[in-house]
């Protein structure tokens, strides 16, 4: 069974620190795996998608990258922003299912 | 394009009723689930289904039932509600293409008394 583990849970950081947030995954035969952003009360947005063939993906001041083999992916924001605090997601999709972890609760103070 | 919208936003019910929580999405996807999503414990997958007329269970299928009669909607069912069952629902949809990413509606925010 496909388990994923986000840590740390929560995060506080000053503006401008550049981060790294962390998944595992159990199972490495995985078709993607996903980021998304949660803002309280909201619902998920799509961040980065990674193929299971691809390594990282970039968007903007956000890096993602996929070591499928240890079961690991990695988050990177540069240069935080207040505007960054949220919840941060990972999930990785087996077949037609797709396995969130618990989340990184990011709170980013000027 | 209006994504993927839920109904209603917030409900109350009473232990032992019914209701039936409403997932629209005009993307064409032919992929469609249901989240619950509790303190501490993430998402976890209620049911799904690969197209209209094909449903599967997921990691929390009791409880709870679905259909999906068209493409376009994907309504969630609670039998008879129980307060285990307060929690936020998710609906989520995405193409049948492995690049495509999965969409979220905004969710139901539900308390069962």
New interface residues.
């Given amino acids: 069974k496909q388990e994923?583990t986000q840590i740390p849970a929560a995060l506080s950081v000053p503006e401008g620190e550049n981060l790294v947030l962390n998944c595992s995954f159990t199972d490495s035969a995985i078709?993607?795996l996903?980021w998304?952003r949660q803002d309280p009360g909201?619902?998920?947005?799509?961040l980065l998608?990674i193929?299971s063939s691809q390594r990282e993906q970039t968007s903007g001041r956000l890096n993602a990258s996929l070591d499928k083999s240890s079961g690991r992916s990695t988050l990177y924001i540069a240069a935080s922003q207040p505007g960054d605090s949220a919840t941060y997601?990972c999930?990785v999709r087996n077949t037609?299912?797709?396995?969130?972890?618990?989340?990184t609760r990011l709170q980013v103070f000027p | 394009n209006a994504g993927v919208t839920q109904t209603p936003k917030f409900q109350v019910l009473k232990t032992g009723q019914s209701m039936t929580l409403q997932c629209a999405q005009d993307m064409n996807h032919e992929?469609m689930?249901w989240?619950r999503q509790d303190p501490?414990?993430?998402?976890?997958?209620i049911h799904?289904s690969?197209g209209a007329g094909i449903t599967?269970q997921?990691e929390v299928p009791n409880g709870y039932n679905v259909s999906r009669s068209t493409t376009e909607d994907f309504p969630l069912r609670l039998l008879s509600a129980a307060p285990s069952q307060t929690s936020v629902y998710?609906c989520?949809s995405r193409s049948e293409l492995?690049?495509d990413?999965?969409?979220?509606?905004?969710?139901t925010r539900l308390t069962v008394l």
Avoid: W
């Fill in positions: 994923v078709y993607n996903q998304f909201k619902g998920l947005t799509s998608l193929q997601l999930a037609d299912k797709l396995i969130f972890g618990t989340g | 992929y689930s989240y501490g414990m993430g998402l976890r997958l799904y690969v599967d997921g998710f989520a492995a690049t990413t999965q969409y979220f509606g905004p969710g």
